[in-house]
């Protein structure tokens, strides 16, 4: 088993430069931030690897210097997923990381009084922390990367599986690190999922398939409908606004349309169809109609890379899957995103599928603007 202290160190520096070729490749600061954590996780202040390796840590400085790390990877790990997901942080995600540094300081702080030495297995309690906010936020960052940004059912799956597995271990770390017999699996395990994670981000990065998220116009030009509309039927939106699918648009829609209609369309089909295949020259995406969280943030990013009008004549589907309220709650939230942008939505939407006071409330918040 002395082997395993340097397959674990190697581990941790194929994974960094994995994602650090990533981040040079894009020049993208989400990737840098993910990069940074893992050179930290690379450097990481452990006895088990160091020692082996001839670097000594002080014994006095080792319980408080040992749980920097989890905090520091915790933070820019959660931090880079925020920006995967949202491209831009708003202020309510600044004040969560802000109470997590203020909370870490606090832990650190009592980590250097004796307040947990009162404690047995005090050890443990002074690990917990930082290791749970790590183990999490690896959990964080590979769902995040599965559910937006990675190709599913090819090898760029490692990569976020190998994170959310490394992040599983490591929440045990506080209790079965003084495991003796236990120790070396855990390591070897940890090396294992970093290989993991590292083979699926080299795919990712020299070898990535081509994602919805990142989707862009052939053409762009300037908006020439602005606003929010409500129509009965698609014949009435064409008699209304005969320009509209001259528009770079996005439809979100149950019956997507030939192919040879895609050339500055870019087609959601909801569909419970299990498929994550590109359909139809890479124009036409399968999404399941449960996933609206997931739908809002990539319509979202296709709104800001040159997108400036969005076609929904599915939300009768929406509302079967999930609820009237969620598909409203989802409408209006695509309502505000296309208004902030100062582009187009145009809803078409039958109204017999509706009792009167769920149309009344579309009616009211979908107005003609």
């Known amino acids: 088993m002395d082997f395993i202290p340097y397959i674990n160190f190697i581990s941790r520096w194929l994974l960094f430069l994995a994602v650090t070729y990533k981040a040079l490749k894009s020049k993208e600061k989400r990737w840098g931030l993910i990069a940074t954590a893992l050179f930290i996780n690379a450097l990481d202040i452990e006895s088990y690897i160091l020692e082996p390796l001839g670097v000594d840590i002080k014994t006095e400085a080792y319980e408080i210097a040992s749980q920097l790390p989890g905090f520091l990877m915790a933070t ?3 931090w880079g997923g925020i920006q995967l997901k949202k491209e831009r942080s708003e202020f309510k995600d600044v004040a969560y990381l802000g109470f997590f540094a203020v909370a870490a ?7 250097a009084t004796d307040f947990f030495d009162r404690f047995s297995h005090s050890f ?6 930082p290791y749970l906010a790590f183990g999490f936020s690896l959990i964080y960052i590979g769902y995040i990367l599965r559910s ?3 190709a599913k059912k090819s090898l760029e799956e490692l990569f976020p599986w190998g994170l959310a597995l490394l992040g599983a271990i490591n929440l045990t770390y506080p209790v079965t690190r003084n495991i003796e017999w236990l120790v070396p699996i855990a390591f070897l395990l940890a090396a294992i999922f970093r290989f993991m994670a590292a083979v699926g981000a080299l795919k990712f990065a020299i070898f990535p398939a081509k994602m919805a998220v990142f989707e862009k116009p052939q053409k ?10 409500l ?3 698609k014949k009435e939106l064409k008699r209304s606004l005969p320009t509209f699918f001259s528009e770079n648009v996005i439809m979100i829609t149950r019956n997507p349309p030939k192919t040879d209609d895609l050339d500055n369309v870019l087609v959601y089909w909801l569909t419970k169809i299990e498929s994550d295949t590109i359909k139809q020259d890479g124009k036409i995406y399968p999404i399941s109609p449960a996933k609206i969280d997931i739908l809002i943030d990539l319509l979202t990013r296709n709104l800001e890379s040159g ?8 939300f009768e589907y929406l509302v079967v899957e999930n609820g009237f309220e969620s598909a409203a709650k989802f409408l209006f939230g695509l309502r505000d995103r296309v208004m ?4 187009a939505l145009a809803v078409v939407l039958d109204p017999r599928t509706l009792d009167d006071r769920q149309l009344a409330l579309l009616e009211r918040e979908l107005r003609l603007q």
């Open 105 to 111: 300081y606090i832990w650190i702080f009592l980590s």
């Open 148 to 150: 937006y940004i990675v």
């Open 340 to 343: 902030s942008n100062d582009k």
């Open 307 to 314: 997108y400036n009008a969005i076609y929904v004549d599915g």
């Open 124 to 129: 443990t309690i002074k690990l917990s922390f």
């Open 220 to 229: 762009e030009h300037p908006t020439e409908i602005k606003g929010i509309f």
């Open 76 to 78: 820019f790990l959660v």
């Open 231 to 233: 129509f009965n039927s």
